[in-house]
């Protein structure tokens, strides 16, 4: 769109147009040639044809224009013949040889392995990868270990270039250090040309296992298996007769220790042995039909010198593999390492055994008659993990029963509480009337009503309304268990029933209240739980309450009197009854009074 096609409008929805005009809508080609090479152009127009603003000439160019000397027609300019980086250098590789040593972790023939490979770095666009050549039946992944691409050099973002390669140099890329030690006489003769000095190549070291591979195997090594008629010897005689251990596998670690019966069976046909787990029901174990299959079980292993690094000291190692062959062992498990009453070592497992069957015991009085196969009592392990559990301080966030679900528990669960406490006591409380203890004027007329729930335990406050006292009434605290003053955090002791008398004082969360009166309730459920609550709480309920409640009978009395004298049509019946109560008004003596005067007047 032009610059004046919508001019003066801004630039929102409803107040742009399309251009009528635009006929074309391609982008200009950027892409050319210049002496046979592919090369790109800066667009001089934009979608729809419209030219470009140009970039203003610098003052140097300006300059450079005004006093540049014209040539003649003739006269042909010398420029540089363009070559392109990437046509320069096409085809042009450097090719190092080198190798890299790789970590035998559990192999008692070699310790680790040499292993050569080529780097090829590509000068086009300093992008490098690295080759192992193939060797047949090695059992190795071999060939195209990185992919071509530009290697990173540190962790700051650069990369190698052909300037940071050398020979007997080592090059880290991706965790593995690869040893430069050689390479072909085309990078020989551009490092040179280049002004980089070469270092002297190096021997590829010989592997380990190649060599031990090349050497002829001892005859002392060679595997030499028993006669035949040894086998079947121990087939036609031995076959079925398999001798049965009871025993438990003991697991021990730094927490906790665990037994668990086993049967151990040894086959006396090819001296192998099993073990097998006594699964209990309810035990929460899974059923696992065997716990070491049967195979012969090696008891003693060769030990083999291994030289040290100063080719000085000479100490002994246990070979250690994945799997053991027979020149390997010097001894294997046999019928005499089994006694009752003691451990047996079985593949890195502790079995300790303390029974057997009926033939086990002939077998071993014919065979072994100095072993004594009594059957022993079981050992009682002493659990580690049952340990006093430390609880942590209080932190201060929700309740102390709350936060305290989260030490017993990965996923807290809701604190227990006192089901047939809160069906008895549900929608029970007792209610006092409490005023603040404060310094201040402007709080001595303030009335709470202060709520003890009997199903929870716990205190709400409630103020009550005053007119023109300019605070708002209503909900002063919620419920919640209020503790005493002196507790502490870990330990709260919470108030109760028999903490509440009249004219001691509550301390709520820095507010302190003084209990002034009480309901008629709170004095009857205290007398009908008399041997809970202390005589002097009851004491001071009785003297408040129950003055209350003698005003009461006797309001109700002059009430009834009053009403049986109004029916009569007499008022000067109720003067003796008014003159008996004293400092008590009641609606119906007011009546009397006014009544009174009035008879007089007239």
Known sequence: MSTEWNNGLPFIPGYTFRDLAKTAFHRSQTLGYKNGFALSYRPSVVIGKEVLAAEPLTHHEIDKLCFETPYAVYDKPEYEEFIPAHVALDKKVLRFYGHFKEEILHSPAESYRVRPVTIYYYLEDDSMCIIEPSVVNSGLPQGKRIKRQRLPKNEFGNYYNWKDLNLAMDLEVYGTTYRISDCDLFTKEFMESEGIVLNEPENTPEDPYIKRRSIKPNQEHINKSPAKFEKLYRFLHMDSMVLRFYGQWVECDAYQSHTWPVIIYYYLVDDTVDVREAHQRNSGRDPFPLFISRQRIPKKVKEV??????????????????????????????????????????LSHHFFLYDCDGFTREYYQKNYPDMDMKAVEIPKM?????????????????????????????????????????????????????????????????????????????????????????????????????????????????????????????????????????????????????????????????????????????????????????????????????????????????????????????
């Open 305 to 346: 010198l291994k030289k040290c690094s100063n080719n000085e000291l000479l100490h002994k190692m246990k070979i250690i593999v994945m799997e053991i062959s027979d020149d390997l062992v010097e001894e294997y498990i046999s019928p005499k390492d089994f006694q009752l009453g003691q451990k047996i070592k079985l």
């Open 382 to 602: 002493e659990d580690k993990s049952k340990k006093a559990q430390v609880i942590p301080p209080y932190n201060g966030f929700g309740s102390l029963e709350d936060s305290l679900q989260n030490c017993y528990s990965l996923i807290p669960e809701p604190p227990k509480q006192n089901i047939l406490k809160r069906l008895v006591n549900s929608n029970k409380k007792l209610r006092y009337v409490a005023k603040l203890d404060s310094p201040y004027p402007e709080d001595r007329d303030r009335r709470f009503i202060l709520s003890y729930h009997l199903d929870t335990d716990m205190i709400s406050i409630y103020e009550t309304p005053r007119r023109n006292s300019g605070i708002i009434s209503g909900k002063f605290l919620a419920k919640c268990q209020v503790a005493k003053p002196g507790s502490t955090v870990d330990n709260p002791v919470y108030y109760t029933p028999a903490d509440l008398v009249i004219g001691a004082t509550v301390e709520v969360f820095s507010h302190r209240f003084i209990l002034i009166n009480a309901d008629l309730y709170v004095l009857k459920y205290l007398e009908s739980n008399s041997d809970q609550v202390p005589s002097q709480t009851l004491e001071s309920l009785k003297q408040t309450v129950g003055a209350e409640k003698e005003k009461t009978l006797i309001r109700d009395e002059v009430t009834i009197e009053a009403r049986k004298c109004a029916t009569s049509g007499g008022f000067e019946l109720l003067c003796p009854l008014r003159d008996s109560i004293i400092g008590f008004k009641h609606p119906v003596l007011m009546m009397t009074d006014w009544q009174g005067d009035r008879g007089r007047k007239v």
